[in-house]
């Protein structure tokens, strides 16, 4: 296997490995789980494996989850479809910043993500490192947000196009969880900042130190809950992919953020996603 970093900080795209051996050996396993929690995304051409092999390579990280909005291939269960296409309207899900289902108590540790059909030009997909995101934060910014929580909502993301009803219970099958807005990553210990394109709200912001009256609150909390989400847009944090037919990325969803650039409409594209089910944040 052949390791090359793709940037300085974030993205190494490796060659000479087929995935669907992984299934079975142990040690290459072991090695792409410790190659994927030091370079945070993993890239990799040709992986013309079967849907199940890619069920089974998944499943080697943990149990997969389906997605209560995006429908799944029926055959493969935990097998997310992420296609796009002329014919159907465009959705808007995918081109924000975001790490992935954070309004679920427990979001996925990571997803094996594989591309099926692309356009010849566009559809890149763009990851950032979060915890050099936190560790780059100004030393008053980290002392504020130290022990600061967040609400994560589905309603407000995947819900907001949908009649009142259908979103009221969406919500009631899916409340907002509430996370840390640095969680600490379960394996390396690094520090990551944890808000992004789910996040509505801190959840403990009104504090008596940090405001005098009720009307302080909001112009404060909302400010800086911005100036953090927008830290995932610094191209120094980021690498960019470009997809071809059977390229996988690998990406652990503790320490990223990803964003799907959707700037081919009216091409099709075709990625079918493995999302693995992950831990608590602390
Ligand atoms: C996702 O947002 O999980 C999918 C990314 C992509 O389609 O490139």
């Given at each position: 296997?052949?390791?090359h970093?793709?940037t300085?900080n974030?993205g190494?795209?490796l060659?000479g490995?087929?995935?669907?051996?992984?299934?079975?050996d142990?040690?290459l396993?072991l090695?792409?789980?410790s190659?994927?929690?030091?370079?945070k995304?993993l890239f990799?051409?040709?992986q013309?494996?079967?849907?199940?092999?890619?069920?089974?390579?998944?499943e080697?990280?943990?149990?997969l989850?389906?997605h209560p909005?995006?429908?799944?291939?029926?055959?493969?269960?935990?097998?997310?479809?992420?296609?796009?296409?002329?014919?159907?309207?465009?959705?808007?899900?995918?081109n924000a910043?975001?790490?992935?289902?954070?309004w679920?108590?427990?979001p996925?540790f990571g997803?094996?993500l594989r591309?099926?059909?692309?356009?010849p030009?566009?559809?890149?997909?763009?990851?950032a490192?979060m915890?050099?995101?936190?560790?780059?934060?100004p030393k008053?910014?980290?002392?504020?947000?130290?022990?600061?929580r967040?609400?994560h909502?589905?309603e407000a993301?995947?819900?907001a196009a949908m009649?009142?009803?259908?979103?009221?219970a969406?919500?009631?099958?899916?409340?907002?969880a509430?996370?840390p807005v640095v969680?600490?990553?379960p394996?390396?210990?690094?520090?990551v900042?944890?808000?992004n394109?789910?996040?509505t709200?801190?959840?403990?912001?009104?504090?008596p130190?940090r405001?005098?009256?009720?009307?302080?609150?909001?112009?404060?909390a909302?400010?800086l809950?911005?100036?953090?989400?927008?830290?995932?847009y610094i191209?120094e944090?980021?690498?960019r992919?470009?997809?071809?037919?059977y390229?996988?990325a690998?990406?652990?969803?503790?320490?990223t953020?990803?964003?799907a650039v959707?700037?081919?409409?009216?091409?099709?594209?075709?990625?079918?996603?493995?999302g693995?089910?992950?831990d608590?944040?602390?």
């Amino acid at each position: 296997m052949r390791i090359h970093q793709l940037t300085c900080n974030i993205g190494a795209e490796l060659s000479g490995v087929n995935l669907a051996d992984a299934i079975h050996d142990d040690g290459l396993f072991l090695e792409l789980r410790s190659l994927l929690v030091r370079h945070k995304v993993l890239f990799l051409r040709d992986q013309n494996f079967s849907r199940a092999e890619h069920v089974a390579f998944a499943e080697r990280f943990g149990a997969l989850e389906d997605h209560p909005v995006a429908g799944s291939d029926p055959e493969h269960p935990g097998l997310v479809r992420i296609y796009k296409q002329p014919d159907q309207p465009v959705d808007r899900y995918e081109n924000a910043w975001h790490t992935d289902a954070t309004w679920r108590e427990a979001p996925p540790f990571g997803c094996v993500l594989r591309c099926i059909e692309c356009p010849p030009v566009g559809g890149d997909t763009l990851w950032a490192n979060m915890a050099l995101a936190y560790e780059m934060l100004p030393k008053h910014i980290k002392e504020q947000i130290a022990d600061l929580r967040a609400r994560h909502s589905i309603e407000a993301s995947f819900g907001a196009a949908m009649a009142m009803d259908k979103r009221l219970a969406l919500k009631a099958q899916y409340p907002d969880a509430e996370h840390p807005v640095v969680r600490t990553h379960p394996e390396s210990g690094e520090k990551v900042l944890f808000v992004n394109a789910f996040t509505t709200h801190f959840s403990n912001y009104h504090t008596p130190d940090r405001v005098r009256f009720g009307q302080d609150a909001n112009p404060g909390a909302a400010d800086l809950l911005r100036y953090l989400v927008s830290q995932a847009y610094i191209p120094e944090y980021q690498v960019r992919w470009r997809w071809q037919p059977y390229s996988v990325a690998i990406w652990d969803n503790r320490s990223t953020q990803h964003y799907a650039v959707m700037d081919y409409p009216p091409c099709h594209r075709k990625m079918e996603r493995a999302g693995i089910i992950g831990d608590k944040p602390y």
